[in-house]
C-alpha cells in the first residue's frame, strides 16, 4: 500500500502537472501563441484571429491568463472601450 501512496505523492509533485492546469481549458495555449505571435493586439484581433471561439469565452480566457500573470490586459477609458493584451 506505501508503495501506491508513494506514487501518488510523486505524480502531485510533479511540476508538468502545475503547466497542464495553467493550460487545461481549450482555448489558453492557442490564446497564448497568437499573442505572442502578434505582440500587443486588441481584443476584436485577436477574435479575428481566432473566428471559433466566442467573445464570452475568450474574455473568460484573457481573466484568467491575466490572473496567472502570463498577460498583461490594459483598459483604455474610451468609448467604445479599448483592450489590448500582451505577454507579461
Not at 487545461?24 to 471561439?53: A, Y
Not at 483604455?76 to 489590448?84: G, L, Q
Request: hydrophobic share 40%; aromatic share 6%; proline share 6%.
Amino acid at each position: 500500500m506505501q508503495k501506491k501512496d508513494s506514487k501518488n505523492s510523486m505524480f502531485e509533485m510533479c511540476p508538468v502537472r502545475n503547466v497542464i492546469a495553467r493550460f487545461g481549458n481549450k482555448w489558453g495555449f492557442l490564446v497564448l501563441l497568437d499573442i505572442n505571435e502578434h505582440g500587443t493586439i486588441r481584443f476584436n484581433e485577436l477574435h479575428r484571429v481566432i473566428p471559433d471561439i466566442s467573445t464570452r469565452v475568450l474574455s473568460s480566457t484573457l481573466r484568467t491568463l491575466e490572473a496567472d500573470d502570463l498577460i498583461v490586459r490594459k483598459v483604455y477609458p474610451e468609448i467604445p472601450p479599448r483592450r489590448t493584451c500582451r505577454l507579461s
